[in-house]
């Protein structure tokens, strides 16, 4: 898949949504850790914000990346979710979303996990429709815009959207890891 012309840039910062949770009773397991459901939820959510900023538009959840929870969030942890759309390419639309955990009386903070969401912008009818280029400006976000072809043809051929033969960027990594 090709990616179409586009007239509108938007900067990737423009968009950038950071949400702020507390840990309640009512989000966590019987061992007063955070639920895995909960903060999918919420990371969904802050997510599909900072693809209808980008996007100015309604959005779809298209899919979600594999997402591994290695460290529990605890009852009253304050959590911090950080969404960036990372590269936009016709109707879809790649976003990061970083995942901080805080105790904030114990003085403890730590990044808890990540992922990748992609959405897709859509008319009133849940047609498809083009989306603003994704323009990024520091390290971190250049070294995401990178990744995010390679990202997309992996989670596209996994979706059997793709046939592994069109997927040239992922093809140029294996022949790069071999040598
Ligand atoms: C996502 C959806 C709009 C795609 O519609 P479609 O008719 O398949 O449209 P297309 O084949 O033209 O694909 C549109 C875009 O979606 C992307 N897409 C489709 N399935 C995808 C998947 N599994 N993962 C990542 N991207 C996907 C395509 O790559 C394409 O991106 P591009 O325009 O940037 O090239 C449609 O499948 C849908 O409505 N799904 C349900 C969404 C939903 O209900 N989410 C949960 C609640 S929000």
Do not use: Y
Request: net charge negative.
């Amino acid at each position: 898949m090709e990616q179409k012309s586009m007239t509108k840039k938007k900067f990737v910062s423009e968009s950038r949504v950071i949400m702020t949770e507390l840990v309640l009773p009512n989000d966590t397991n019987t061992l007063n850790n955070l639920m895995g459901g909960r903060i999918m939820h919420w990371m969904d959510i802050g997510s599909a914000i900072a693809a209808q900023k980008h996007s100015n538009r309604i959005v779809v959840t298209a899919s979600v990346d594999n997402i591994s929870f290695g460290k529990p969030i605890q009852l009253g942890d304050v959590v911090t979710l950080e969404s960036s759309v990372t590269r936009a390419f016709n109707s879809s639309m790649e976003v990061h979303v970083k995942v901080k955990a805080e105790n904030i009386p114990g003085g403890k903070s730590e990044d808890t996990h990540s992922a990748f969401l992609t959405f897709v912008a859509v008319d009133q009818g849940g047609k498809p429709i083009d989306v603003p280029e994704a323009v990024p400006e520091t390290d971190e976000e250049k070294e995401l815009f990178a990744g995010a072809l390679r990202r997309r043809q992996l989670r596209l051929i996994l979706a059997k959207r793709m046939d592994p033969k069109e997927a040239t960027e992922l093809k140029s990594l294996f022949d790069l890891t071999n040598e």
